[in-house]
């Protein structure tokens, strides 16, 4: 049976009656499109938005919260930071080196729309069970997509994650953040203003690539997916460095009123959204839009999603400063319409009208809030009994089993592949608890890191979004940080299954709470649903992207072990949180059990003292303790640092409980002796438990109670580097 015209834009029929009903009249097919695209879930948020207000949004440092292309922090000094992180999980699944590579040139126009410059990128990364021929195929094409762009714009990567797991098969995340530097008095908005002004289109031509992209992304990934690699726009990375550096050229003029990306729904959402954010109309003329191919006609032209475009709202006295930087640049710069005062988005095709409707209607898709029911495993999960687990013979093997997960080993063969030095403001780079970033001129530094955890928050949505961003915190606070404020990327199936949105309301519940504790508001980020297939949902995936800030970078450290003799202790009380663990997943081969308590009031006032002996230069490595545990921390250190460790621990837990419990809110640190009582003092009444000390052979050595630990780390450490290329090549 043949769909309607609006059911194939992706609208229901009560979406339809009220688009007649604000225009007054039929919509025409033009018309129809601009509310199929923008009234889409990837544009419209229209079942996220009406919770998403529930999140905090301000604080002392915040200069621009959620509603701009991406949100900016004072960090003092004159200086500001923008950052945002956003999504492009379906066209990645289809086309995985152009989705990446499309996701990290859309999410680096985000930053430099609003006047920073890019200075560097993260990303989080879901696949499947890396084993499966087709998860290598994506995994190696993302990759490399991912490198391609950043590389050649020369951003360099600094941080990320890489989590494999088989409920991500048929449905890769990928979550990209980028972060830009600023002065604080130059934000540049996506504002349509001054009735008059000029309305130019940069950049890039247009194609018919990424057509109908935002509404591909608005439904579930099926078989025929594959047939929509039209869907998918492709990129150009040069073409990208030169609008860049145009746009920031032109800022130093003041010639902008008002800049917006053309991302996704292109021409639509940045004509609609600048209109009615400035309470003012649009009037444009398609037949003035560059264009690449032939015989595009309006709906082509205002639904492409062809990449390294712009369109920027200039003040009509200043026309002819846009055209000389442009022309400067080798870029079209190109005047399509004007800023009107009726409120419309008029669309013309060679001085003849074929769209007219309202700006605002069409920028404010309908809010909807959904059924919600609670998923069967969050109850099961609470009552597993961690204590029927068996234990391991051998604590050894164990450890080198846990080691060689794809989830716990080195990302080396990864991030070897991203020019992360580029620029040379790099300080702490990839492999540590947080990135470190140089404020040039300055002494002071940006901390940036980005965490996800899938499985916490399958188990409890609530619990499990609070332990991600505590791991946030933790990361930006281990060197040496001040954590300011977070970007979110929040990842989950088809809203309309009430378990599927019942995992999206406690999430945002859950944050709320959390943010507010640690004072760390949310700037703004984006919603992905539908990551969703016949075989079923992805985990639900909060991604948190966090920034912080050091006055003086020579204050900072690392994970590494430094001299032979410090001191090696953990902060922090360990209990036995094997549940929702990597252990119990790996290991074990079991989803379950209850997660990792938190208490919020302990947690910050952790994290505050571990700061404080930070800033007095009290310790020599801090490392955050979370996946896999205190020995993956301890080895993680000891690799860094070419040192060994020489153990010995009394406890009352279960041998293999200790070693790879998640309890958050802990850190490995490691200091001088003399230093102790002073640390202490600092701490005073957060555990600080001492279990052994630095040495020089290349090895772990001890006890924990009577099971004898003994690793050569020239042995582990290859086992660590080589198992996710082992995993590749076979």
């Known amino acids: 049976m043949k769909k309607h015209l609006y059911e194939e834009v992706g609208l ?81 699944a289809v086309e995985p080196y152009e989705g990446a590579a499309t996701g990290v040139g859309g999410i680096i126009r985000d930053i430099f729309t609003m006047g920073a410059r890019p200075i560097a990128l993260l990303d989080s990364l879901k696949f499947g069970k890396l084993e499966d021929s087709r998860t290598k195929y994506l995994f190696e094409g993302v990759v490399s997509g991912i490198a391609g762009y950043g590389n050649c714009v020369g951003i360099p990567t600094v941080g990320g994650e890489t989590t494999f797991d088989p409920i991500y098969k048929n449905n890769i995340l990928i979550n990209v953040m980028c972060v830009g530097i600023m002065k604080k008095d130059k934000i540049f908005k996506g504002v349509a203003q001054g009735v008059g002004n000029s309305v130019f289109y940069v950049g890039h031509t247009t194609g018919r690539d990424g057509m109908g992209g935002a509404t591909f992304a608005s439904a579930d990934l099926t078989q025929e997916s594959e047939e929509k690699r039209s869907a998918v726009q492709v990129g150009d990375p040069f073409m990208e460095k030169l609008l860049l550096e145009a746009c920031l050229e032109l800022f130093q003029t003041d010639a ?160 070897r592949q991203y020019d992360y030095m580029v620029r040379t403001d790099t300080v702490i780079r990839l492999g540590h608890d947080a990135s470190l970033l140089r404020v040039k001129g300055t002494k002071k530094g940006i901390a940036v890191t980005i965490d996800s955890n899938g499985r916490y928050c399958y188990l409890n949505p609530y619990e499990g979004v609070q332990l991600v961003l505590a791991e946030s915190y933790r990361n930006i606070v281990a060197v040496g940080a001040k954590p300011l404020a977070i970007t979110d990327g929040l990842n989950f199936g088809n809203p309309l299954y009430p378990e599927i949105y019942y995992q999206f309301v406690k999430t945002i519940e859950g944050l709320k709470v959390a943010c507010e504790y640690f004072g760390t508001p949310v700037t703004g980020g984006n919603v992905s649903f539908y990551n969703q297939s016949e075989e079923g949902a992805i985990y639900p995936t909060p991604v948190i992207g966090m920034v912080g800030v050091i006055e003086d970078v020579g204050k900072a450290v690392d994970i590494s072990f430094k001299e032979e003799g410090d001191v090696i202790a953990i902060i922090g009380k360990t209990l036995d949180d094997i549940g929702a663990s990597e252990y119990l997943s790996f290991y074990h081969g079991v989803v379950s059990g209850r997660v990792p308590k938190l208490d919020l009031k302990r947690h910050r006032e952790t994290c505050d003292k571990v700061l404080e002996c930070i800033n007095q230069g009290l310790f020599k490595s801090v490392h955050d303790i979370s996946d896999g545990g205190f020995i993956i921390a301890l080895l993680e250190s000891a690799f860094r640092g070419k040192k060994g460790a020489a153990i010995k621990v009394n406890t009352s837990l279960r041998e293999d409980f200790y070693l790879f419990s998640e309890t958050p809110g802990r850190f490995l640190v490691t200091f001088k002796e003399e230093n102790l009582p002073k640390i202490r003092e600092i701490l005073n009444g957060i555990e600080l438990e001492i279990v052994g000390e630095v040495t020089d052979k290349f090895e772990i050595l001890g006890q924990i109670n009577d099971k004898k630990l003994k690793l050569d780390l020239n042995e582990v450490e290859r086992i660590y580097q080589e198992a996710i290329p082992c995993v590749l090549k076979n």
């Open 256 to 415: 902008v009123v008002g800049i917006q990306d053309m991302g996704a729904a292109g021409l639509t959402s940045s004509t609609c959204e600048t209109a009615a954010r400035a309470g003012t109309g649009i009037e444009i003329d398609v037949a003035l839009v560059p264009k690449r191919e032939e015989g595009m006609n309006p709906i082509e032209v205002m639904l492409s999603e062809s990449q390294e475009r712009m369109l920027v709202i200039v003040k009509k006295e200043k026309e002819e400063e846009v055209y000389k930087i442009f022309e400067k640049w080798g870029l079209h710069a190109v005047k399509i319409g004007r800023v009107t005062d009726d409120g419309m988005l008029r669309i013309l095709d060679n001085g003849n009208v074929v769209a007219e409707v309202p700006a605002k209607a069409l920028a404010h898709a309908p809010a909807y809030v959904r059924k919600t029911k609670e998923p069967e495993i969050v109850k099961i999960s609470q009552q597993f009994d961690i204590y029927s687990l068996p234990q391991p013979q051998d604590l050894n093997e164990a450890i080198l089993k846990m080691i060689s997960n794809p989830n716990l080993a080195s990302k080396e063969y990864i991030y």
């Open 12 to 92: 229901t029929y009560e979406e339809y009656k009220m688009i007649i009903d604000i225009l007054g009249r039929e919509p025409n097919e033009l018309e129809l499109n601009l509310f199929g695209v923008m009234w889409s879930e990837h544009c419209g948020y229209k079942n996220s938005k009406a919770l998403l207000k529930q999140l905090p949004t301000k604080g002392e440092h915040i200069l621009q919260g959620p509603g701009e292309n991406a949100g900016i922090v004072d960090i003092g000094d004159g200086y500001a930071v923008c950052f945002k992180v956003e999504s492009h999980n379906h066209p990645s």
